[in-house]
């Protein structure tokens, strides 16, 4: 297994593996319109030479305190093929894909996933660190890592998604 950039080839199979994985169209979708945007990052695991899974990222902003030169990132979506799923494939899209994104620049990720997947990656409440997600959603399932300690010191209120997340 090996994770690397997104290239441009990849673009269909990477649809192909969030329709799969989701078993809907939307977060496809939002990837594609997300693409047009500045600041993301999208990486994509290959096995035996073909492209299984997939990880995006996008800049998020927070409505509240908040230095503007921080980059603070959304991850979403992660998919992986079905058939790879529980193969250890995902958590090496994560791991990897966190230490490019904080060694270009970005000091923290925030994600909404499920609750006992993501604190294994250092993952803690985005509540503990005084961000609240836009969205209604369980404390525990909005979460963040910072790139270091202190990375989001003085940094509270409510991180806000780009609005093509809307139609997911």
Not at 20 to 37: K, Q
Not at 105 to 116: E, I, N, S
Request: net charge neutral.
């Amino acid at each position: 297994m090996k994770v690397r950039a997104e290239r441009t080839k990849d673009f269909e199979t990477i649809r192909q593996i969030n329709i799969a994985a989701f078993e809907r169209e939307n977060e496809a979708n939002l990837i594609e319109r997300l693409r047009l945007s500045s600041n993301t990052f999208s990486f994509v695991a290959i096995v035996a030479k073909q492209v299984v899974g997939h990880i995006f990222f996008s800049p998020v902003s927070v409505e509240g305190t908040c230095p503007e030169h921080l980059l603070i990132l959304g991850l979403a979506p992660l998919a992986v093929l079905p058939e790879y799923q529980r193969q250890g494939i995902g958590s090496m899209l994560v791991q990897h894909s966190l230490k490019e994104c904080f060694q270009s620049g970005c000091c923290a990720v925030v994600v909404l996933g499920h609750p006992t997947y993501y604190p294994r990656f250092g993952f803690v409440r985005a509540s503990q660190q005084g961000l609240k997600c836009e969205y209604d959603v369980p404390d525990e399932a909005f979460v963040v890592l910072e790139s270091q300690a202190q990375a989001l010191r003085g940094v509270a209120g409510i991180v806000k998604y780009r609005s093509e997340f809307i139609d997911v």
